[in-house]
């Protein structure tokens, strides 16, 4: 992705004077196409979509049109569809409504989950544990960052309401057997809901596949912008909702929908899917090269999740006696956006939860690089990665800490 | 423009740090911006440094000056290096000057090393002092030009090594022009108050709060003492008092009383009159030679008991072992334990000890 230097206001660009952005884990530019089709429903189709009159209806339409859209892609129904402001919302009414409507029916306040999901399930999860009389039990991952389903179905109890496993892991890239736990979820009659945020545009969304109860998605993951996001909720689900008011939503998220946010989400997570398996095909091709050329360049990196079933644009590693924030700060300098893990966790310097449930040790945790893809990423960026990145590592090496 | 080398300046968001960052811009260095985080608490009640509100700033700042910029987490190294120091030397009974450690080991220490391996040739910050290189390629390091915000004292311990990978963009200016070239070049800082000393030490600088939080095992209540060895009443624990202090004692005697001394062995404060204070002479230890030579001694010179004391012309004998005697020409009151003792000749800093 092309930046100025002015634009962009911080950096210096790669040699060639340009910006290499491999962080699409963290976000994406949103594609002009998306921008496009939101860009009526600022000022020129405003009305709110609950009024009766012309503007309203044009906003309605919209807001229905956006939600067939969505409900096409994930194989539901458009009513099963609600639309969020992220996915750490989605993520949170899925949980706490889900399992708060469980509770309240008697149903218990048990909830299982995994060792590498975000903090927006892990401490929704956590707090509900502290403060609202719920218990969880958390099945491990193996050092690929992938649960055994069967470790669900052991942790199954009789007051257990709710299953939650992230569908693809943000930090490692590892893809989750989310099917098979959708099948032992569905033998007992157990809800499941999974964080698909960074699932959202690379795999299969069709919630009957995958036998999901409930699935959060995150806009500006695949080109919509921040600030948009959605939740599916299958029918006879009861939801408490955590946002009271109108009866937005099918009364389950009141507040004025948001639409021309709604009308881009909908619009990129279609793009997507269209793009998806030229796209896929495209990303694992350089991905592979990335993982393979930082191996070779650096031989002691050590890739951290799974090596195949892992997200087509997601790379990560370890790297011994490197500090990420400093291998970051390199990186920048020389014109590369990279992370070490989790952006929400940005300037901590404690290694990752999930790289330690890996049982990666927390020293070499401390050293994580993530370098996640997308559609502005071309073989010469990778290759210019690969000419930067080992002399940083090397020079990182000078830097003892005190 | 010529490109005069890559520096790293450490950014507080305060107008000083930014006018430096300012100032080498022009002068046509490649500038890297780096704000320290070194306090856990970062909120704006917690302490004074790292808030939200000097992030904000020292980002927007960078941004004016399109200029990279990086958040360095330095809390464990502060913790460690700085307020244990902090904390264990008033629990021994002397007064710390916790700057003078964070410039020496964290500030032109750790961040130093970490500007070079960034490619660095240089790491300034928003202090004011001066740097001069002699004919013989000595570095010396000099008062700053504005004599009222003079910084030298706290930077007395640099070496040659770190002097000449340091740079003082303030060190020529006068604070009023600092706030005009804030102003004229339309910095959003322009406004802000400069970074204060203690910055980890919550919003009202009450550091026997933050003692009695953060290190309450350091907290033992003892005797409060005349000279005599008359029992006057109870202390708070000795970390809650400096000698020189005069107010929160507590007793009631005819004349004005001072702490005149802490002593760590009997667990006791000492209290005396005005005249029980003064000393002329104070030996001061760990003493660092700018120059890194002990130069010859016994040596005239001024000497500086605390930041922000004035200078008093004295005779330095530097001693074995790091230790020197310095002989005032006139008593002083404020000879503190734990203090530093910084010498000068005119505006170059010779070096410094900590008082014994």
């Known amino acids: ?402 | 423009m010529a490109n005069r080398g890559i520096v790293v300046v450490a950014m507080s968001g305060g107008v000083d740090s930014s006018v430096a960052a300012t100032l080498l811009v022009e002068q046509g260095y490649t500038v890297i911006g780096v704000m320290l985080r070194l306090w856990a608490v970062c909120s704006s009640e917690g302490n004074r440094c790292c808030t939200p509100d000097s992030l904000a700033a020292a980002r927007q700042v960078a941004a004016q000056l399109n200029i990279p910029f990086y958040v360095l987490d330095y809390r464990e190294a502060f913790r460690h290096i700085v307020v244990d120091y902090f904390v264990s030397t008033y629990a021994a009974g002397r007064t710390p000057n916790p700057c003078i450690i964070c410039n020496e080991r964290v500030r032109f220490g750790l961040l130093l090393n970490e500007a070079l391996v960034l490619g660095a040739q240089y790491l300034a910050t928003g202090h004011y002092a001066r740097i001069h290189r002699t004919e013989t390629g000595e570095y010396r390091l000099m008062r700053g030009k504005d004599l009222t915000k003079d910084q030298s004292y706290v930077l007395h311990r640099l070496n040659q090594w770190q002097l000449q990978h340091v740079l003082f963009p303030l060190g020529d200016w006068l604070k009023s022009d600092v706030r005009r070239i804030a102003l004229q070049r339309g910095l959003v800082v322009h406004n802000r108050a400069e970074s204060q000393d203690l910055c980890f030490v919550g919003e009202n600088g009450d550091y026997r709060a933050f003692i009695a939080q953060y290190a309450p095992q350091l907290v033992h209540p003892g005797p409060l003492l005349d000279t005599g060895g008359t029992l006057l009443g109870q202390h708070q624990g000795l970390a809650f008092y400096t000698v020189g202090q005069r107010k929160g004692l507590g007793v009631t005697r005819a004349q004005r009383t001072y702490v005149v001394r802490l002593d760590t062995v009997r667990n006791a404060v000492i209290v005396g009159n005005a005249e029980e204070l003064g000393r002329d002479e104070l030996f001061a230890r760990a003493v660092h030679y700018i120059s890194g030579q002990v130069p010859a001694s016994p040596l005239r010179v001024t000497a500086r008991i605390r930041y922000k004391s004035p200078d008093v012309p004295a005779t330095l004998t530097c001693l074995e072992g790091n230790r020197a005697h310095i002989k005032f020409d006139r008593p002083l009151r404020d000879i503190t334990p734990g203090q530093a003792v910084v010498f000068y000749q005119g505006d170059v800093v010779l070096g410094g000890g900590f008082i014994e």
């Open chain 1, 1 to 402: 992705m092309e930046m100025g230097a002015g634009a962009s206001g911080i950096s210096r660009g790669t040699s060639a004077g340009r910006v290499i952005y491999l962080d699409h884990s963290a976000s994406t530019p949103v594609d002009v196409r998306v921008l496009e089709a939101m860009m009526p429903f600022f000022a020129e189709h405003y009305g709110n979509p609950s009024g009766i009159h012309c503007q309203a209806r044009a906003s309605a339409l919209a807001l229905d049109q956006a939600r067939m859209e969505v409900a096409e892609v994930l194989g539901c129904k458009p009513k099963e569809i609600i639309f969020t402001s992220c996915g750490t919302e989605s993520d949170n009414l899925a949980i706490r409504g889900a399992a708060f409507a469980a509770a309240q029916v008697g149903k218990g306040r048990h909830i299982i989950t995994s060792a590498c999901e975000h903090h927006a399930v892990s401490h929704t999860i956590a707090q509900m544990c502290e403060y609202f009389g719920f218990q969880q039990t958390t099945v491990p991952v193996d050092h690929w960052g992938m649960i055994d389903p069967a470790d669900v179905k052991r942790a199954i109890r009789p007051d257990t309401v709710l299953i939650s496993i992230i569908y693809a892991s943000n930090e490692v890239g590892t893809i989750q057997p989310l099917a098979e736990v959708g099948e032992i979820a569905r033998e007992y009659g157990i809800l499941l809901h999974t964080d698909a945020v960074q699932a959202g545009g690379y795999l299969d969304l069709n919630v009957d596949r995958l036998q999901v109860d409930l699935l959060s998605l995150s806009g500006h993951k695949f080109y919509a912008p921040k600030g948009s996001g959605m939740l599916f909720v299958r029918e006879g689900v009861a939801l408490l909702p955590q946002q009271t008011g109108g009866g937005h939503e099918g009364g389950r998220r009141a507040g004025t929908e948001n639409v021309p946010y709604i009308v881009g989400l909908a619009k990129a997570l279609k793009l997507a899917q269209e793009m998806r398996a030229t796209e896929n095909e495209r990303l694992a091709q350089l991905r592979d090269r990335l993982i393979q050329g930082v191996q070779t360049a650096i031989p002691n990196a050590q890739l951290t999740g799974h090596p195949d079933r892992r997200l087509p644009h997601h790379t990560s590693f370890v790297i011994p006696g490197v500090k990420a924030n400093a291998l970051l700060m390199h990186l920048d300098l020389a014109g590369i956006c990279a992370a070490s893990g989790s952006a929400c966790n940005t300037g901590a310097s404690e290694p990752s939860d999930i790289l330690l449930a890996m049982g990666i040790p927390p020293q070499l945790a401390l050293g994580a690089l993530r370098l996640t893809l997308g559609r502005s990423t071309t073989a010469e960026d990778i290759d210019t990665v690969l000419a930067v990145l080992p002399a940083i590592v090397d020079r990182l090496g000078a830097l003892r800490p005190a």
